[in-house]
């Protein structure tokens, strides 16, 4: 069968498919140097994968929103009206404290994560008929990653989504990891069966697909669940997400469009253009992450005289998570009948 490459298949193995498997196949090989560099250089680790791939592939978005001109006045509505509602709501659920807001945005949040390899999923199966193997393959993703979160909950953890004890009001359900585990197997098997039979029957075998596929259990099931280690499951996490998302937004939104209906981003495609197209979302990055640390956690840099009351944080927090709650809700319009 013609595998449905994003670009090509050197291109979607160096920066879709590949980043699970580097990075879970270092944190095996490199587990005490990864354990140093947690204790000695978490800021350094911090501005790397946090800023520089966490919040850089928020941003990443405006190259398919904001930036186009066309687009932003196709869809204007949407594009002020959800930056909106993100604030709105913000402030609502500050309301009800900060643990409740968080909590919130920690379930949004995960909800965004899923949905993303649930969506590239789709997008290599875009050229399959619906049926059994797509129906098993939706199931796949889902148990992939909800099981591990699910188990999160209920096992205490070395890490949190945004602050300590997000979580901690789902406690109150029974013990249910026992029957998960059961069932997360089960689906996993039926998964392996299902694309061992249709290889055999088909004689096809959707490479690309398959790959997401797995390398999602791979890392949420060894970034949450075997592995109990912030870095770690930082590191499997933010990469497996973020890399492949900035890189899908550069081939589809930039590298694949004509020229003719993207003037105001042509300078991008060129070499220079795809460090500038770096540079920029890097940019916007630390100008944001900036000023949380400046105004709220204060954890690397901080400035006294900027010390806000407890008062203030309730309107600068839903303010400084715009940008970040935007994103997550945006995904949910922009990326709908990706069929090329």
Known sequence: ??????????????????????????????????????????????????????????YSTLFKTYFIKEEFQKRKLLYLGIPAIS?????????????????????????????????????YARFEKKGFSKFWDGIAIYSATIFPMLYWIKTPRAFNWFVEKEFN???????????????????????ILKTIYFFIKDKTFNIPKNTIIIGTYLSWYFGIVYFNNDLVFTLLNVISHGIPYIALIYIREI?????????????????????????????????EELMWEVLV????????SLELSISWQQFLVPLLVVPQLTHYLLDGFIWKNQKK
């Open 1 to 58: 069968m013609k595998q449905p490459w994003i670009h090509n298949a050197k291109t979607d193995w160096r920066f879709i498919l590949s980043p699970p498997f580097l990075v879970l196949a270092i944190v095996i090989l490199f587990q005490n140097q990864i354990q140093n560099l947690e204790n000695h250089y978490s800021f350094y680790t911090w501005l790397i994968l946090i800023v520089f791939v966490d919040v850089a592939h928020v």
């Open 87 to 123: 604030l709105i709501f913000g402030l609502i659920f500050y309301q009800f404290g900060s643990l409740f807001f968080w909590s919130v945005l920690a379930l949004v949040a995960v909800f965004h994560f899923v949905r993303q390899q649930y969506g590239f999923m789709r997008l």
């Open 169 to 191: 009001w789902l406690d109150a359900f029974p013990n249910y990891i026992p029957a998960i585990t059961i069932i997360y197997f089960i689906i996993l098997g039926i998964w």
């Open 255 to 287: 590298e694949q469009k004509e020229t003719a209906s993207l003037k105001q981003l042509s300078i991008f495609k060129t070499s220079f253009g795809i460090l500038l197209f770096i540079l920029i979302i890097i940019g916007f990055a630390f100008f």
């Open 297 to 304: 956690w204060r954890e690397h840099f901080s400035i006294q």
